[in-house]
Every structure is written in C-alpha cells, then in structure tokens.
C-alpha cells in the first residue's frame, strides 16, 4: 500500500518536484528533530506584525491551521507568504530561517542509531487489539508479528537531544 503511493506521488507529481524514498529499516530515518532548529525559527512573526510599534497582542504568528493559501519562490529562500482564503487578498509574509549567512545542509544523522524504541504497553495493547482485522496478507502479518515482539515501557523515554 505504501509503495503504491508513494509511485502514485512520483508519477503524477506536476514536473517531478519532490522526491519519495521507501524506507527499509531504522537506519534511514534522520533525525529532523534536533535538525531544524539549527535553520529554521521556532516561533515566526508576519514581517507587517514584527516591528516594535506592534503590540504583542496584535502580532501574528505562523500557524498553518490558520492559513489556507501557502506561497514559496526559490527566488526568496526561507520566506513564505500566507493568504487567510485561496487567492485571498490580505497577505502576510513570514521569514522563516534562523540564519540567511550558511546554506542548509540536509540532516545526516540517524533518529534511531542503536535499536528499536521500546513501545508504551498501552499502545502494544491497542495494537494487539486491532491485529483481528489486519489483512491476512503474509507482508503485513509478518510486520506486525515483528512489532508484537518488540520491548515495551510503562511511559515515554523523552528523546536525547
């Protein structure tokens, strides 16, 4: 199922625009987490609403849920312009990069290095619940047979960042 989305995504994306990768193993999933805050502002004031003469009540901060018309230019890395409606005529313009000096470099290290996290026994439980209506095909059977074997925890194990 995923495999054909993700071909679904590749083939009838508009000029090939972004790039799709099947994981395989634990190995292959970067650690974003502790990755973007090094280009990227956590909290994102619109330019209109960032100068000192604005209250801080009157501010606007980027909160996708609130938007519904995203623009981004490769001419203007690291600036998103936001509309309220689609092709709204109210805009707001937000830098979104922590620094314009270095260009971004794609995160490398790996999210899980040493072995698979242990899964809260709620959540082991609940998967267990639901493995009657799985489909009795052998891939996903054995998927989930491989997860039922993992360690579980009473509660969460924050991450080490």
């Known amino acids: 199922m995923v495999k054909e989305y993700t071909e679904i995504m590749l083939i009838y994306s508009n000029k090939q625009a972004f790039l799709a990768i099947l994981i395989a193993d634990s190995t292959e999933i970067i650690d974003f987490k502790s990755w973007w805050p090094l280009y990227f502002k956590k909290t994102m ?10 209250p801080k009540d009157g501010r606007v901060t980027l909160q996708p849920s609130k938007f519904m018309h995203f623009s981004h230019a490769s001419i203007s890395p690291g600036v998103v312009v936001v ?3 689609v092709y709204g005529l109210l805009t707001r313009t937000f830098h979104i990069r922590n620094t314009w000096k270095e260009m971004i470099a794609l995160p490398a290290t790996t999210a899980y290095p040493d072995v ?5 026994k709620q959540k082991m439980e609940d998967l267990r619940k639901l ?5 009795q095909d052998v891939n996903v059977q054995q998927f989930y047979q491989e997860i039922f ?3 579980t925890c009473d509660k969460d194990v924050p991450d080490v960042a």
């Open 45 to 54: 004031f619109s330019a209109e609403s960032a100068g000192r003469s604005i």
């Open 83 to 85: 509309k309220d409606y």
């Open 116 to 120: 698979k996290r242990p899964i809260l």
């Open 131 to 135: 493995s009657i209506y799985l489909p």
């Open 149 to 151: 074997h993992w360690s």
